[in-house]
C-alpha cells in the first residue's frame, strides 16, 4: 500500500491562490502517474489533473485549465497543484492519486492509491 499525504488546503477568497502539495513515499513518484482529483459537495468526484511520472506529460479537466498547474519533484517526492484565480466552484475535498492513465482532460482508468483529501474551500 502506497501512502499519500496532502498538505496545503484551506480557505481563500475567490480570485486568491493555493498550492497544494502531495508527499509519496520514496521512489513512488518517480514509478507512478500522479494526479489530483476532487469531489464537491453533494457531487461524484471528478478529475482534475494528472501528470506522467517524468513530467513530460500533463492534463486537465476544461474546468481548470489554464488556472491549475500541476508539477512534480521526483528528488522531493512530491506532487503539486498550483492553483490561481480560484473560484467559489473549485471549493472540493482535493484527493491525491497515483497509479492511473488519462489524456489531456480526462482520466481513463481509476487510480491504485488515494490520498486522505485535503478540504479547499473559496468564499465568494
Known amino acids: 500500500q502506497v501512502q499519500l499525504v496532502e498538505s496545503g488546503g484551506g480557505l481563500v477568497q475567490a480570485g486568491g491562490s493555493l498550492r497544494l502539495s502531495c508527499a509519496t513515499p520514496e521512489r513512488t513518484s518517480s514509478i507512478y502517474t500522479m494526479g489530483w482529483f476532487r469531489q464537491p459537495p453533494g457531487k461524484e468526484r471528478e478529475f482534475v489533473a494528472g501528470?506522467?511520472?517524468?513530467?513530460?506529460?500533463?492534463g486537465y479537466a476544461k474546468s481548470v485549465k489554464d488556472r491549475f498547474t500541476i508539477s512534480r519533484d521526483n528528488a522531493k517526492n512530491t506532487v503539486y497543484l498550483q492553483m490561481n484565480r480560484l473560484k467559489p466552484e473549485d471549493t472540493a475535498v482535493y484527493y491525491c492519486a497515483a497509479g492511473f492513465s488519462f489524456t489531456s482532460n480526462q482520466p481513463l482508468s481509476g487510480a491504485r492509491f488515494w490520498g486522505q483529501g485535503t478540504q479547499v474551500t473559496v468564499s465568494s
Open positions: 501528470i506522467s511520472w517524468n513530467g513530460m506529460d500533463t
